[in-house]
């Protein structure tokens, strides 16, 4: 399989106990990335009793293989999210953005996190009317920014620049180490190796594929993707996207994190680690396991990287995927009113770094009885069934057809062991990928990301 730039540069790795007997907790986080680290975090540093399972080895998922961006410019999304939410609702997602990468800066060293200018930019008619568009929310919302013609760093054509300044970007796994030790200085209970196999809401505990039980008065799923369609069916809605991410060496370095409106979509970083630069280019996504030939994607970024970009040496590459709600706002929060000790985190839509933060302050303030303005703009309940009803007849329809045609048509691909659909072999990373809800599966059919959470059958 392929390594991140950030796993293959992590600090000297200390790995955390596996839990050998059954344990309680006040608060059970399941999923050992950066939101459940954070939150294990901030609710341990309130003075709570954590515990947090993680069934592999901590920042190894989603976080460890992201493109280490920590702002609050969030590709176009200002412009829709006032349509959606109005002016207020808007602003709110951007002062929860904001703040976080507030706190991150009050923990983070140098070799963790690194100042970085924010930009959009268009290539095209169509890119720079939908950059005006966010450029009148910004104004909106009252969001400092500068407007500006070609982005002079990059070496190929653009047309206008919308930039946000004095964002950061950070190494999302030395950061995350940075909180797990925090967390666990604070008092919190890390476990690695604890696979969750079974929940009981009702009556509070957690079992693990070993056999122990961990019961709790409140219960965070941070898992990437709810382990089961608990309350409100949240797995129904959540679309899965699976991006695919470069890295090269180069002799410099940007003061810019550049991110394309229109076509080509690219997303362009630089990074500076123990003094090397490393330029980094995500520029092509698909719907998870939708695509067989996925070597393709890495050949035409290393393409991309090589003429565009003029950078011949490329060190590393990968690929991460990441769900999204309907209304591009994550679900952070109470699962339901029915089931108000049970809180997910997820629906990051390829911004999860900044969002892992928000989760905790809002998880936090949640549990501790405090008000937080986000709470309701990012409620896993503030949508209802039929405003869902047409991504979920998507979601589900993909589901069936998926399950229909692949036993016809794929026999060879294993069965997903979430809800049996046909899964595809990735070869760029040497994996089996489910076309339905996203869950993979490493080459000997262990799990690597959920919702699954056994490994498929081989034989």
Known sequence: ???????????????????????????????????????????????????????????????????????????????????????????????????????????????????????????????????????????????????????????FDTSHTLTIFDEAQIHPVRFGQKLAQLAKTAGARIFEHAQVAALDTDRHFAKLASAHTVSYRQLIICSHYPIEALEGMQILKLDVERSYIAAAKTASSFTHQYMAVDHPKRSIRTATIDGQSYLLLCAESHPAGA????????????????????????????????????????????????????????????????????????????????????SELYSPGRTDFGALFSRALLLTGRTVKEFAGGHIARTDSPICTHMGCRTRWNKGDQTWDCPCHGSRFRADGSVLEGPATQPVNLA
């Open 1 to 155: 399989m392929n390594e991140s730039l950030w796993l293959a540069t992590e600090y000297t790795r200390q790995n955390f106990s596996t839990m050998e007997q059954d344990l309680s907790c006040e608060v059970l986080i399941i999923g050992g990335g950066l939101t459940g680290l954070a939150n294990a975090y901030s609710l341990a540093k309130q003075g709570k009793d954590v515990i947090l399972l993680e069934k592999n080895s901590i920042l190894q998922g989603a976080t460890g293989n992201s493109t280490g961006k920590l702002t609050a410019q969030h590709d176009i999304v200002y412009a829709d999210l006032i349509e959606t939410f109005g002016v207020e609702g808007a602003k709110i997602y951007f002062h929860a953005n904001e703040e976080a990468i507030r706190f991150a800066r009050t923990i983070a060293t140098e070799q963790e996190l690194q100042a970085a200018h924010s930009t959009l930019f268009s290539q095209s008619k169509e890119g720079t009317e939908r950059l005006i568009e966010e450029k009148k929310a910004y104004e909106a919302i009252g969001i400092p920014f500068t407007f500006g013609n070609k982005a002079n760093d990059l070496p």
């Open 291 to 374: 695509e067989k030939e996925t070597q393709l994607l890495y050949d035409r970024l290393t393409n991309d990287l090589n003429t565009s970009l003029e950078s011949p040496e490329i060190i590393y590459k990968w690929s991460a995927q990441d769900p999204s709600t309907p209304d591009l706002v994550p679900y952070i929060g109470a699962i339901s009113d029915k089931t108000p000790d049970v809180y997910i985190s997820t629906g990051y839509r390829k911004w999860g770094l900044s969002n892992s933060l928000v989760s905790a302050q809002i998880i936090t303030d949640a549990i501790t009885g405090k008000p937080n303005e986000a």
